[in-house]
């Protein structure tokens, strides 16, 4: 019966997709600035600081979406004329499909007004954790570049996620020590380049400790080579737990796992339900859109 109710569901969002591309579509291929997007229909993630980022762009249509892939097939489908997203996931999805471009916006000068809080991301532990500084302490060892390099490895191995690219990963801890027991770690496995889902263990993925039963997948991306380094560096071994994005907060408040690195920024808002760690890394916000034809 949930194989049944999950095709007809699929079902009608195609129907819907559909049923909206009569409408007229916006070019958005010239725009150098966020105020030269009115008319347009843009969407993004509900529940994240680019759907409230939207807010700053007067005269557009605003939609929503439960997470990226939705958003990517709302978009080739024509139902919206472009998405937010971080510019490294931006130029994973253009690498893959030559139909897609994005808008380099910069944030505060030609993109969205944002805080280092709104467009970085950070790992999140339940309020008064003690894991909050020696996390920090971690963090503080990544230079910059390790972060840039490391970020365009990942973007690189995205394109062909299941095949062994024979590279080192250039961020990597020396101790093998993991006696101070285990990370339990939670992110959506389904966020190019910062965290994805795939079928081998080629590039150093981890198993994906709650995946299906019967078969084994393993999580990779940029969030999970920080996660490795950040439990090799405590002493740690590390377990990846899988959650649809809205349920990743709940999943570290109750204790289901101990923190959170999904890409999340620490925003106002959910500093008053988690405590974050510094920012391990920074982006701008760009938009998504879909060449002309």
Not at 17 to 34: E, P
Not at 59 to 86: M, N, R, S
Not at 218 to 235: C, F, P, R, S
Not at 286 to 292: D, M, T
Request: charge should be negative; aromatic fraction near 8%; hydrophobic fraction near 40%.
């Amino acid at each position: 019966m949930k194989k049944i109710i999950a095709i007809l569901a699929a079902a009608l969002l195609t129907l819907s997709f559909t049923a909206c591309g009569g409408r007229n579509k916006v070019d958005l291929s010239n725009a150098k600035n966020i105020s030269e997007l009115s008319g347009a229909t843009i969407a993004a993630q509900s529940g994240t600081f680019h759907y409230d980022a939207l807010e700053q762009i007067s005269d557009i249509t605003v939609k929503d979406y439960p997470d990226f892939p939705t958003l990517l097939i709302a978009l080739k489908q024509g139902v919206i004329d472009g998405y937010v997203a971080e510019e490294p996931t931006a130029y994973a999805e253009c690498l893959k499909d030559s139909s897609l471009a994005y808008l380099p916006f910069v944030n505060n000068q030609t993109g969205f007004t944002a805080t280092e809080a709104e467009t970085g991301i950070a790992v999140a532990f339940t309020t008064g954790n003690p894991l909050v500084e020696s996390v920090n302490e971690v963090i503080a060892t990544i230079s910059l570049q390790t972060k840039i390099e490391l970020m365009e490895q990942m973007v690189a191995l995205s394109l062909d996620k299941d095949t062994d690219s024979g590279e080192d990963i250039v961020l990597v801890s020396n101790n093998t020590n993991t006696s101070n027991g285990t990370l339990k770690i939670a992110m959506e496995c389904g966020y190019d380049p910062f965290n994805w889902t795939q079928t081998t263990p080629a590039n150093d993925a981890v198993v994906i400790a709650n995946g299906p039963t019967g078969s084994t997948l393993y999580a990779n991306g940029y969030d999970v080579q920080v996660a490795k380094y950040i439990a090799a560096e405590l002493g740690m071994a590390l377990e990846v737990y899988q959650y649809e994005w809205d349920a990743l907060i709940p999943a570290v408040q109750s204790n289901a796992v101990d923190g959170i690195i999904a890409g999340m920024s620490p925003t106002e808002e959910r500093e008053q339900m988690v405590d974050f760690t510094d920012c391990y890394y920074v982006s701008n916000l760009v938009i998504i859109y879909k060449k002309a034809n």
